[in-house]
T-cell receptor
Framework: EDQVTQSPEALRLQEGESSSLNCSYTVSGLRGLFWYRQDPGKGPEFLFTLYSAGEEKEKERLKATLTKKESFLHITAPKPEDSATYLCAVQERISGGYNKLIFGAGTRLAVHP | GAVVSQHPSRVICKSGTSVKIECRSLDFQATTMFWYRQFPKQSLMLMATSNEGSKATYEQGVEKDKFLINHASLTLSTLTVTSAHPEDSSFYIC?????????????FGPGTRLLVL
């Protein structure tokens, strides 16, 4: 059964204190791994898609990396506005069509000034 | 800017009534859309896959007669919660995949907060 596990469940950082969020996954054939940011009361905002082990993508203070078993979301010198829940989701490789995403429980990040 | 919209953003209704939620893809066509439900402090749970021109595919445990899905056009899917009860109160979110030359991305709508009294 496909599984996505995110850790830690919650993370509190001081402004400027870099850290990493983890997403470990079990899927028979990975089509893509997605990272989203979700603010309270809003829909998830797309951040990155990673497709193969060794791939890295960056956006401002965020960098996502992928291995065969896990993905990391690195946050460099975070600011209070980076506070949100970060969601990881995997998409299994199945022939034809669009495939559903399986989400992890998320990591709630709080960055304090 | 937003690529997927939802309407309404929040709705309060009485128990026993039906509520319709619209999900629209903006500036792109979506033959498939997805409907999720999210309870407080929990992650997104897929309810069903909406398919343009054919029946929706429901996840295990989701009642298809209670959550009616209609994919009326290539840019519109609707979710109707029939005979809503307080336990149906939740945050409902839709998504639509958009394929580019190099990748496929699923974009989410802003969500609809449903409160059933």
């Amino acid at each position: 059964e496909d599984q996505v596990t995110q850790s830690p469940e919650a993370l509190r950082l001081q402004e400027g204190e870099s850290s990493s969020l983890n997403c470990s996954y079990t899927v028979s054939g990975l089509r893509g791994l997605f990272w989203y940011r979700q603010d309270p009361g809003k829909g998830p905002e797309f951040l990155f898609t990673l497709y193969s082990a060794g791939e890295e993508k960056e956006k401002e203070r965020l960098k996502a990396t992928l291995t065969k078993k896990e993905s990391f979301l690195h946050i460099t010198a975070p600011k209070p506005e980076d506070s949100a829940t970060y969601l990881c989701a995997v998409q299994e490789r199945i022939s034809g069509g669009y495939n559903k995403l399986i989400f992890g429980a998320g990591t709630r990040l709080a960055v304090h000034p | 800017g937003a690529v997927v919209s939802q309407h309404p953003s929040r709705v309060i209704c009485k128990s026993g009534t039906s509520v319709k939620i619209e999900c629209r893809s903006l500036d792109f066509q979506a033959t498939t859309m997805f409907w999720y439900r999210q309870f407080p402090k929990q992650s997104l749970m897929l309810m069903a896959t909406s398919n343009e021109g054919s029946k929706a595919t429901y996840e295990q445990g989701v009642e298809k007669d209670k959550f009616l899905i209609n994919h009326a056009s290539l840019t519109l899917s609707t979710l109707t919660v029939t005979s809503a009860h307080p336990e149906d109160s939740s945050f409902y979110i839709c998504s639509a995949p958009m394929s580019g030359r190099l990748q496929e991305t699923q974009y989410f709508g802003p969500g609809t907060r449903l409160l059933v009294l």
